[in-house]
């Protein structure tokens, strides 16, 4: 049996928008049925906005062959780079595309002094992700009932 192919990060095209977006609904699924809400920022999101994104700020994919596996965002502001939007499918969770998709929107903004991002800390696996790769919680806000949200931000190396 042949190890599965080590997926190609590249920046994303106009035309990835409906399929990235597709791919975050189904991964901030198991979000929203844990705070039994929808109404969180990456499932209100259209496909515009997606587009938008692609249009002004660095969104990345990860891809085997033509096959759609991981994406994430960075928005630079200043010297601040806000990640957002950070998914893997689910049958390439586990194989480190996560933290490769991290490092990869990283280096692709070396001149920034931070990174910061939120993430629910009802989902306590992100949250270990991403103390992991050296974020650290800088603030905790009870957006709602169901959801508290961590500010994490990690200082760039220079």
Excluded at 30 to 42: F, K, L, N, V, Y
Excluded at 48 to 58: C, F, L, Q
Excluded at 89 to 104: F, K, S, T, V, W
């Amino acid at each position: 049996m042949t190890p599965p192919a080590i997926p190609t990060i590249v920046p994303a095209k106009l035309e990835d928008a409906p399929a990235l977006l597709e791919m975050q609904k189904i991964a901030f699924e198991p979000e929203a049925r844990a705070c039994q809400t929808w109404d969180i920022p990456p499932l209100q999101e259209t496909v515009d906005g997606v587009r938008e994104h692609i249009r002004m700020a660095t969104v990345l994919k990860a891809v085997e062959g033509e096959r759609l596996l991981g994406a994430i965002r960075g928005i630079v502001t200043g010297g601040t780079c806000l990640i957002r939007v950070l998914v893997v499918a689910p049958e390439a969770q586990g194989r480190g595309l996560g933290a490769r998709l991290l490092q990869a929107i990283e280096d692709a903004h070396p001149h920034v002094e931070r990174f910061e991002l939120t993430t629910n800390m009802i989902m306590v696996g992100n949250v270990r992700f991403y103390l992991r790769h050296r974020y650290e919680v800088v603030e905790q806000l009870q957006h709602s009932p169901t959801i508290r949200l961590a500010f994490m931000r990690k200082i760039a190396r220079p």
